[in-house]
């Protein structure tokens, strides 16, 4: 496979604040390249704290598209810019930048590398809740059962692409689905897919998904259908 020599970090935020100056910092501790901060339609000091930074490209959201919208924003954006890499990872502390250089270097030998929270040497700190456990469990299962993959964790948003791989990938979800539509167009498009340790840490007052999604058996519903209706389409 060729080496990879321009890799980029891509951040959706949505309304952090209170965070995302600090996991910026973590990040340039151990990442120099091209930085994309994906600003979904921010209502608290998000955008304040975007602008004073210089190392970072920003692109705006003037209202709330969704996290699937915000990371193929981003997505599109490293690929006109010509990064051969990308790493994605959440804004809220709930992702460690320390993983990055070791992403990169596992994605040398595939196209996906995927962090995993249920890896026997994930570390954990506080308690994942219990309805979000199952949801990812039962999900997994069927990802599994279907592709092959020995993958543990469905939902993590800590990954890195190779960009060559995701230009193959017909990616259109704007919501929390996004991973699992990506999943089929993986799997249609045969790519290579490892998976990482990384920390599973949970926070009091964890995100709440919006609309009805915070009911569990509405939010397996939405996920099963757009990985099914993803599936469903010709490769």
Known sequence: MPPLTRPCVILPVYNEGET?????????????????VV??????ATPEVLASRRDIAVITHEANAGYGRSL???????????????????????????????????????DIVSGSRYLP???ACGVAPPARQDVNRRVTAEIRSVTGWQITDA??????????ALERLRLTED???LPLELWAEAYHAGLRVTERPVDRIYFEGDRSFGQ????????????????????AKEA
Do not use: N
């Open 39 to 44: 600003d979904d339609g921010s209502s608290d």
């Open 212 to 231: 009805d999604l915070d009911d569990p058996e509405h939010r397996l519903g939405y996920y099963l259908r757009v990985w099914r209706d993803a599936l």
């Open 72 to 110: 193929r924003d981003g997505f599109a954006m490293a690929l006109a810019r010509g990064y051969d890499a990308a790493v994605t990872m959440d804004c809220d502390g709930q992702h460690e930048p320390a993983h990055i250089p070791e992403f990169l270097s596992a994605l040398e030998l595939c």
């Open 20 to 36: 995302v100056g600090a996991v910026l910092d973590a990040v340039r501790a151990v990442f120099s390249g091209p930085v994309i």
């Open 155 to 164: 939902f993590c948003g800590f990954k890195a692409y190779r960009t060559e």
């Open 121 to 123: 040497d994930s570390p």
């Open 175 to 177: 919501g929390y689905a």
